[in-house]
């Protein structure tokens, strides 16, 4: 199994409103990751736990509050979005001294 | 910091070979990925090097250069399909047993009959 999940594959929400994206591997690997993907721009990092640990924050505004409830699951709780924030959001997650595999993304909406 | 620099854009004739360069300035590298990306899709993984040399995967190899800061990825016998986004990454080590790509800005290819 080499697949990352992502749920929802895509969002729409109000700048009020609080959502969650979910991100889930069976990989048994130890280092999840957020980026973010503007149209027509290279992913942009915003998150990295690393056992189960944030150990990077790309000084990601905090609107976004990213959780690591084990080490298969990673979630980004979203609340009171702009537009602005408007992307394609990826997870990853990595083995060491091996390839980093994407998820299929959500793509957010922000009305 | 880290400085990555690809092509813009290529076309290419189905059938042939192209080749995409990247040039690379970081502190703390430990290896080099390419990705192909389709409009609207993730990005999906296609070769990494770490050391120096020539690594193949099929249609698709990947060349790198520690020395000169230098990648660059060839595909051969071209297909229509390979029409896509082709992000070169960096790979540094940021502490904590955690790792993090930075990407280029991507190339787009088109591959014209």
Partial sequence: ?111 | GQNIDQPTEMTATEGAIVQINCTYQTSGFNGLFWYQQHAGEAPTFLSYNVLDGLEEKGRFSSFLSRSKGYSYLLLKELQMKDSASYLCAVRVYSGAGSYQLTFGKGTKLSVIP
């Fill in chain 1, 1 to 111: 199994d080499t697949e990352v999940t992502q749920t929802p594959k895509h969002l729409v929400m109000g700048m009020t409103n609080k959502k969650s994206l979910k991100c889930e591997q069976h990989m048994g690997h130890r280092a999840m990751y957020w980026y973010k993907q503007k149209a027509k721009k290279p992913p942009e990092l915003m998150f990295v736990y690393s056992y189960e640990k944030l150990s990077i924050n790309e000084s990601v505004p905090s609107r976004f509050s990213p959780e690591c409830p084990n080490s298969s699951l990673l979630n980004l709780h979203l609340h009171a979005l702009q537009p602005e924030d408007s992307a394609l959001y990826l997870c990853a997650s990595w083995a060491p001294g091996g390839e980093q595999y994407f998820g299929p993304g959500t793509r957010l909406t922000v009305t």
